[in-house]
Structures are given as structure tokens and as C-alpha cells.
């Protein structure tokens, strides 16, 4: 997942077990989960503060849950 420095919370938060610096301040970390149902909700809430990379299949998980939710506000 990438965070934005705002977003920077969640490394510790959701205990990462991975962590890059990125340029901008912000963060690529890998959470560990059992489930990644609860992911797109998340991203979510971070309200552009987190985007999923990969894995692909979760990432375009992810952007369609976005877009179908955003329908709704439309």
C-alpha cells in the first residue's frame, strides 16, 4: 500500500512488516492480513491518503469497489 505522508499513521497502526521511503514523504509498506476483504473499504476511508499496488488483482479490486461507491455520490 502507498501512504501519504497524512496517511503515515497506518504503518504502525497495522504493525507493517515492510517499509520504503518514498521521495514525497510518503510510505510503500506491505501489510500482512488474512483477509484482504476489508481493504477497498480502508482505502477508502483514508480519503486518498492510501492506494493499494499490489497485488494487481487486489489493486483493480480495489479501484472498481472505489468506483462503484463513488456512483453513489454522483
Do not use: C, H, K
Not at 503515515?8 to 521511503?21: E, F, I, L, N, P
Not at 514523504?25 to 480502508?42: D, E, H, N
Not at 491518503?49 to 499490489?54: D, I, P, R, S
Amino acid at each position: 500500500i502507498r501512504l501519504t505522508p497524512d496517511a503515515a499513521w497506518v504503518a504502525d497502526a497495522y504493525s507493517a512488516q515492510m517499509r520504503t521511503s518514498l521521495d514525497d514523504g510518503g510510505q510503500a509498506v506491505v501489510l500482512r492480513t488474512g483477509s484482504t476483504g476489508w481493504i477497498p473499504g480502508f482505502i477508502a476511508r483514508l480519503a486518498g491518503g492510501g492506494a493499494v499496488l499490489e497485488p494487481a488483482d487486489l489493486r483493480a479490486g480495489t479501484q472498481d469497489w472505489l468506483a462503484s461507491a463513488l456512483v453513489n455520490y454522483a
